[in-house]
């Protein structure tokens, strides 16, 4: 029972934080790059996204990723609403709706769809092909997201895309050096993955931040719903991983899915309300007589 208690208390904590990190990403996702670096908030914002790592990490040792993995969306819950906190404005019920039937899928995925097996780690070979994808796959994504009227949604994929590789990466590193020992950190291929882990960190966090740009729910939710797809891909196809799940399983994993793209569908719907409403009023031509 102590251990339950822990384990909820850390995830609930891990949701904060992220939600946190979250709200002042997106409080200045109109910033550029060069901009975000000079800003101190920034920091505490990539602070706070490596607190809640911490915390996620530490609370696996409590309980069983069945129970953690669902808790997750507790950062879209915390999240929206305190989006709507900050702008001194009531949730709309577009909002309200489109965060209940995402976070309901999403929790019913993560129960639904579990994982076991070994859970080993990343060969060599492996790792080296997981970046090259990594880095296409990211790549293509974000340029997509950077053409002109392009949906926020892209870099989100591929924010959530990066964040996942960067997690099987760190599950790699630290099961060898458990193993193995600190000496295993002067390896050439964990020299790779930690210095692969760190880039991947800033670029799923700069990826994030302009996917906010335009509002801050859908892409949460998005990235919310891409990252522990592509970490269970990977889980299967490269760590041993296997989908404990039954045929009638897969349909109702299926209806979680489709229920969670039309929750994300309705967040981008609000969002867009949202910008027209704020938009200032197209200006009248005044007329002279002569």
Excluded at 68 to 78: A, S
Excluded at 115 to 136: D, P
Excluded at 272 to 280: E, G, N, R, T
């Amino acid at each position: 029972m102590t251990n339950l208690i822990i384990t909820v208390a850390l995830c609930v904590a891990v949701a904060i934080v992220y939600a946190t990190a979250a709200l002042i990403q997106a409080r200045h996702a109109h910033l550029t790059v060069p901009e975000l670096i000079r800003l101190p908030l920034l920091w505490l914002a990539l602070g706070l996204n490596g607190l809640g790592a911490a915390l996620h990490v530490t609370s696996l040792g409590f309980g069983p990723l069945s129970l953690i993995q669902p808790l997750g969306v507790l950062t879209l819950v915390i999240a929206v609403p305190f989006a709507a906190v900050t702008a001194r404005r009531r949730m709309t019920r577009l909002e309200l709706s489109g965060m209940t039937n995402t976070v309901v899928g999403l929790a019913g995925l993560t129960l639904i769809v579990t994982t076991a097996g070994t859970g080993g780690t990343l060969a060599s070979g492996e790792l080296v092909t997981l970046l090259a994808a990594a880095v296409v796959l990211v790549t293509v994504l974000a340029l997509r997201g950077r053409r002109p009227g392009a949906s926020t949604l892209w870099e989100a994929v591929a924010g959530g895309a990066a964040y996942a590789v960067c997690s099987a990466l760190c599950k790699t590193v630290v099961v060898t050096v458990g193993d193995t020992g600190m000496a295993a950190l002067l390896r050439p291929i964990m020299i790779v993955a930690v210095v692969s882990v760190a880039v991947l960190a800033i670029v799923a966090t700069v990826l994030t931040q302009r996917s906010y740009r335009n509002g801050l729910a859908a892409p949460l939710a998005v990235t919310n719903l891409v990252n522990p797809a592509t970490a269970t891909t990977i889980g299967v196809a490269l760590l041993g991983e296997h989908v404990a799940t039954t045929p009638v399983e897969i349909g109702l994993a299926a209806a979680c899915a489709l229920l969670s793209g039309f929750g994300v569908a309705q967040l981008a719907r609000a969002r867009d309300a949202a910008v027209q409403l704020d938009a200032p009023p197209p200006r009248k031509e005044i007329r002279t007589s002569a």
